[in-house]
């Protein structure tokens, strides 16, 4: 509606993370307030969120309805703690992976907000009740996980605390739809929370492969890009074994045994260091020097890729 003051939302913590959270939420028309604790680091943050818009806006991927210049008239930042949150109704902790940081932040935070603001961290793997027990405002806190890029891989894991108020959980969950994320929610909080839990999986048994001669590094992750992992851009490993017999029953009943043998020969967690990391070191170098040029070339790449597939998705699912 005409004069109708979007809605506010904070970012603490314009790194990497932040600046992608402050893409999103501006693609989906909310006004964002990115506060980060040196103004250097919030002119560079503005700087490349201003660069990574344009080139979205050129390449015809840009999100949301609004042009990039609108978008990016959205965010403002600021150094201020108490200023970054005033009338925001949901703020999103974005600062480096320290737990007594974050505690500290979070504190900082518990004193000056109302009791209707969400208070929700992108952490990646500190559980809800090592962040959030004690505070005032328990009820009102939530971790919300993104995967990177956020821009491109829309999940994002809603893990709550033991004390959060379900409505928070709903909230957030509504939220995260509305800017075009695709949020889950977990039940309880548990260590690695759920993606982090499947790709452990699946780098534990990679690494135990290569470790014991089984296969190459390079194939090993074939195996996955063009194997696996075509299928899992579209469905799960559930509905996976659901197409892949008459339902899952038939799956089971087929399955079941030859699963639980492979299952049984697995081996013990690897160490992830010593000879096995110098081979997959060495294989993994010469496909892609490890400096950041090489490093940075590839990822522009990957990021390229995802946003192919997310094209792809959007087209399939319309269809
Ligand atoms: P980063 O290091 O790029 O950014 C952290 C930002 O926090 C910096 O701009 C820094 O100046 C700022 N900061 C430091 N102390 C602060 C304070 N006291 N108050 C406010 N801001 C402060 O880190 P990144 O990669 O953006 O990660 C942020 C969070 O997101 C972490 O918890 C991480 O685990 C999580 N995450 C990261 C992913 C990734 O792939 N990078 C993926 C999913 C979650």
Known sequence: ?????????????????????????????????????????????????????????????????????????????????????????????????????????????????????????????????????????????????????PYFVPLVEIVPHPETDPSVTERTYALMKKIGQSPVKLNREIEGFVLNRLQYAVISEAWRLVGEGVISPTDLDIVMSDGLGMRYAFIGPLETMHLNAEGISNYCERYREGMKLVLNT???????????????????????PAVPKHLGARREWRDDCLVGLAKLKKQMKSN
Request: with cysteine; net charge negative.
């Open 266 to 288: 697995f081996g013990p967690v690897p160490e992830f260091s010593g000879e096995i990391e110098q081979k997959i070191s060495q294989a993994m170098s010469e496909k892609i």
């Open 1 to 149: 509606l005409p004069g109708m003051e979007p809605t506010r939302v904070a970012i603490i913590g314009s790194g990497l993370i932040g600046c992608s959270w402050a893409m999103v939420f501006a693609a989906g028309g909310f006004k964002v307030k990115l506060y980060d604790i040196a103004q250097q680091q919030l002119t560079t943050a503005l700087e490349s969120i201003r660069k990574q818009m344009k080139e979205l806006e050129e390449s015809g991927f840009l999100k949301g309805t609004l042009n990039a210049e609108k978008q990016l008239a959205l965010i403002s930042v600021c150094t201020d703690l108490k200023a970054a949150v005033e009338g925001a109704t949901f703020i999103q902790e974005c600062t480096p992976e320290n737990l007594e940081l974050k505690k500290k932040i979070f504190s900082q935070l518990d004193l000056i907000v109302d009791d209707n603001v969400i208070l929700s961290s992108s952490t990646s793997c500190l559980l809800p009740s090592k962040l959030f027990t004690g505070l005032k405002h328990v009820k009102q806190c939530i971790v919300s996980h993104p995967v990177n890029p």
